[in-house]
């Protein structure tokens, strides 16, 4: 996500006084919520779906990410760098390639 899309976000919450309301948990409740939604377009028929709605939920999944950032003054691409190398040495590429298994299935 650019600059200028986080810093939106943040002023749209310091615009209305929304920040109090933001606490880790409230956030991390938010995300679940959301991502339930974005899980709903998908109910009934996985390969006829309306991509503007899935558009509408994965943004608001991504802004509420964001939201909890913020609040816990962490960085996107630390942490998701530090994953990433978690997750290649869970998943070494001659055990996992065209594989679905759990890292410790593999």
């Known amino acids: 996500m650019n600059e200028d899309t986080k810093k939106r976000i943040k002023q ?3 615009d209305r006084d929304w920040s109090k309301f933001h606490t880790p948990s409230n ?3 938010s995300i679940s919520i959301e991502a339930n ?3 709903e377009c998908f109910q009934w028929d996985e ?3 309306d991509l ?3 558009k509408k ?3 608001d999944v991504l802004i509420y990410c964001q939201d909890l950032l913020d609040k816990l ?3 996107d ?3 998701i760098n530090a994953k990433m190398d978690e997750n290649e040495k869970k998943y070494p590429i001659e055990l996992s390639k065209g594989k679905a298994n759990k890292y410790n299935k593999l």
């Open 52 to 54: 503007e709605e899935v």
């Open 12 to 14: 749209m919450n310091v």
């Open 27 to 29: 956030l991390a409740k």
């Open 37 to 39: 939604e974005l899980l």
């Open 77 to 79: 691409d630390e942490i």
């Open 57 to 59: 939920e994965l943004a």
């Open 73 to 75: 003054n962490l960085n």
């Open 47 to 49: 390969n006829n779906f």
